[in-house]
């Protein structure tokens, strides 16, 4: 058989740094898409929450002892970092975890690094939130890990353009910041 | 040009993608004579003022949303998802599992 060679979304790319501010890959959790079955929301919910998660609103994410439940869209959630056995039958699982590039961006003015690619004002950004949007033309999926830190997603056959652009941002957000 | 997205709260238009008039999602019952279908698929209004179609949030959410403007003044009127806009003719698809919405 072949010896295959794993390689990360981002292998190669990252990290990269621009004064202050960082771009890292972030890598090994598992990813599950949780879509709830019609009527299994009450039991959906039991089942997370012996996870420490619950069910997130729109535009929201929860997180629990280094696993976390990212809202994606209507009746959709990304279940990050956790086994995903226990939900079972009360939702639709589906394995994403090689589907997606994460990509942390930090430091000062990493919301203004943003600004020049998200159409959406992200100024108080902050945890506990989670957006659906574009990186310049691509799907994302925003979460901010930390105060000041964002963390994005894009489809992982995606991570070549969106580090060129995020490390561009990066460099113009420097450049202007120098004058 | 901006569209509230009912879940996702105001957005761009850029992360939109316009579908046409709302009538689209009015699918004529499967036995309808031939100028019902006619006027489902080629028949449309074409109003100075108030109108209702159909976006896709294709950059955000996902959701198919109808958003009511006027072509006039431009303004955004109000905006509703399509799967809460119910069916008009029974023709929506079915659900794959049975119960309440989740």
Redesign the interface.
């Known amino acids: 058989m072949a010896r295959l060679i794993e390689k990360t979304p981002c292998e190669a790319l990252l990290p990269v740094t621009c004064g202050a501010l960082s771009l890292r890959e972030v890598v090994g959790d598992r990813i599950t898409s949780v879509a709830p079955f019609r009527g299994q929301a009450t039991k959906l919910a039991a089942a997370l929450k012996k996870l420490g998660l619950s069910w997130p609103e729109p535009n929201s994410a929860n997180a629990k002892n280094g696993a976390s439940i990212v809202w994606t869209g209507r009746d959709q959630a990304f279940l990050i970092g956790a086994d995903p056995d226990s939900l079972a039958g009360h939702a639709a699982l589906t394995d994403q975890s090689d589907g997606w590039a994460r990509i942390r961006l930090e430091g000062p003015g990493a919301a203004d690094v943003l600004a020049r690619l998200v159409p959406v004002d992200l100024r108080g950004f902050e945890p506990g939130q989670a957006l659906r949007s574009q990186l310049g033309h691509m799907m994302m999926v925003l979460t901010a890990p930390a105060p000041g830190a964002f963390e994005i997603m894009v489809f992982r056959s995606m991570a070549t353009t969106a580090v060129h652009e995020l490390h561009h941002a990066m460099k113009a957000f420097a450049a202007r910041s120098a004058v | 040009m901006r569209i509230t997205c009912p879940?996702?709260?105001t957005?761009?238009r850029?992360?939109f993608y316009y579908y046409g008039d709302a009538v689209y999602a009015d699918r004529p019952a499967g036995g309808a004579a031939p100028a019902a279908w006619d006027d489902y698929l080629h028949l449309r209004d074409n109003p100075a003022g108030e109108t209702r179609d159909l976006w896709y949030?294709?950059?955000?959410?996902?959701?198919w949303i109808e958003v009511t403007r006027n072509t006039v003044t431009h303004a955004i009127l109000s905006t509703r998802?399509v799967?809460e806009r119910g069916g008009t003719d029974g023709a929506a698809p079915k659900?794959r599992?049975?119960?309440?919405?989740?």
């Open positions: 879940l996702c709260g957005r761009d850029r992360e949030h294709e950059a955000g959410c996902s959701a998802l799967a659900p599992t049975k119960g309440k919405s989740a």
